[in-house]
């Protein structure tokens, strides 16, 4: 039963509109998110040629810009400029609709570290890749938060894996599900395209999304067993000693402790 039915005592359907109202809702996070790329974004892309050629140079990620001319501030500014007007809209969609989940079971702190620390690892990734392969890769942008979004549908697929899910209110699966069909989805995409440096921003966001969000692969949990085997390094050499006092008064205070 959902709560606040009985006592409105209106039946079951205008309970159940309630909750799907407040499970579509964005949240703040995902707000903040929204605000700040749809911003930057509709700048570039409706401004002029020399606008978006400034833009472009000044926050755009490419292996040239952040790592031949160390451009480093780039990487937080990158995920925030959309180039793509369809990406974009993409984008937005699964900010109101889909990723909110995450940030309902998190809370916002964690949810806008998840979305800094895969989004700064797809802009890395992504560059670091074109500089390998060099040539037109060299130049191709790092941008915007598709990275990101294919992050938080893995992270969806392991927090919520048997959970039903109507993608685009049509074709029913679970959460784990749509997690692999996403990323078959970009290997598909990738390889058809060619799509290298793309192909490389978004699979290190997925691979740390699961990181960050698996039990196996949890930050903390490694810490946690960081700690322990530091522990157990530091009290390998102590001994137990019997009680009592040795060698008369003399070493009574060698041994108190």
């Given at each position: 039963?959902?709560?606040?039915?009985?006592?409105?005592?209106?039946?079951?359907?205008?309970?159940?509109?309630?909750?799907?109202?407040?499970?579509?809702?964005?949240?703040?996070?995902?707000?903040?998110?929204?605000?700040?790329?749809?911003?930057?974004?509709?700048?570039?892309?409706?401004?002029?040629?020399?606008?978006?050629?400034?833009?472009?140079?000044?926050?755009?990620?490419?292996?040239?810009?952040?790592?031949?001319?160390?451009k480093l501030w780039q990487l937080a500014t990158s995920p925030l400029v959309e180039t793509d007007f369809v990406s974009l809209l993409f984008e937005a969609f699964a900010l109101w609709m889909f990723l909110p989940a995450l940030?309902?079971?998190?809370?916002?702190?964690?949810?806008?570290?998840?979305?800094?620390?895969?989004?700064?690892?797809?802009?890395?990734?992504?560059?670091?890749?074109?500089?390998?392969?060099?040539?037109?890769?060299?130049?191709?942008?790092?941008?915007?938060?598709?990275?990101?979004?294919?992050?938080?549908?893995?992270?969806?697929?392991?927090?919520?894996?048997?959970?039903?899910?109507?993608?685009?209110?049509?074709?029913?699966?679970?959460?784990?599900?749509?997690?692999?069909?996403?990323?078959?989805?970009?290997?598909?995409?990738?390889?058809?395209?060619?799509?290298?440096?793309?192909?490389?921003?978004?699979?290190?966001?997925?691979?740390?999304?699961w990181a960050m969000t698996a039990q196996r692969g949890s930050p903390r949990l490694w810490w946690l067993k960081f700690k322990q085997y530091r522990l157990r390094r530091r009290s390998s050499h102590l001994k137990v000693m019997?009680?009592?006092?040795?060698?008369?008064?003399?070493?009574?205070?060698?041994?108190?402790?």
């Amino acid at each position: 039963m959902v709560p606040g039915m009985a006592q409105h005592g209106r039946g079951r359907g205008p309970s159940r509109w309630r909750q799907f109202v407040g499970q579509t809702r964005i949240t703040q996070g995902a707000l903040y998110i929204l605000f700040a790329c749809a911003g930057l974004s509709f700048i570039y892309l409706l401004g002029g040629a020399d606008l978006r050629a400034r833009m472009g140079a000044l926050m755009v990620a490419t292996g040239h810009s952040l790592w031949g001319q160390l451009k480093l501030w780039q990487l937080a500014t990158s995920p925030l400029v959309e180039t793509d007007f369809v990406s974009l809209l993409f984008e937005a969609f699964a900010l109101w609709m889909f990723l909110p989940a995450l940030e309902r079971w998190w809370g916002m702190k964690r949810f806008l570290v998840f979305a800094a620390a895969t989004s700064l690892v797809a802009v890395a990734a992504g560059t670091l890749v074109g500089v390998l392969l060099g040539g037109v890769s060299y130049a191709v942008p790092v941008a915007g938060l598709d990275p990101f979004v294919f992050a938080g549908i893995v992270a969806y697929g392991v927090l919520f894996a048997n959970q039903p899910v109507q993608f685009f209110g049509v074709l029913p699966m679970t959460g784990r599900q749509l997690a692999w069909g996403m990323v078959a989805f970009v290997a598909l995409f990738v390889v058809l395209g060619q799509a290298w440096v793309d192909g490389a921003a978004r699979a290190a966001a997925m691979i740390t999304a699961w990181a960050m969000t698996a039990q196996r692969g949890s930050p903390r949990l490694w810490w946690l067993k960081f700690k322990q085997y530091r522990l157990r390094r530091r009290s390998s050499h102590l001994k137990v000693m019997s009680g009592g006092v040795r060698g008369g008064k003399k070493d009574q205070k060698r041994w108190m402790n």
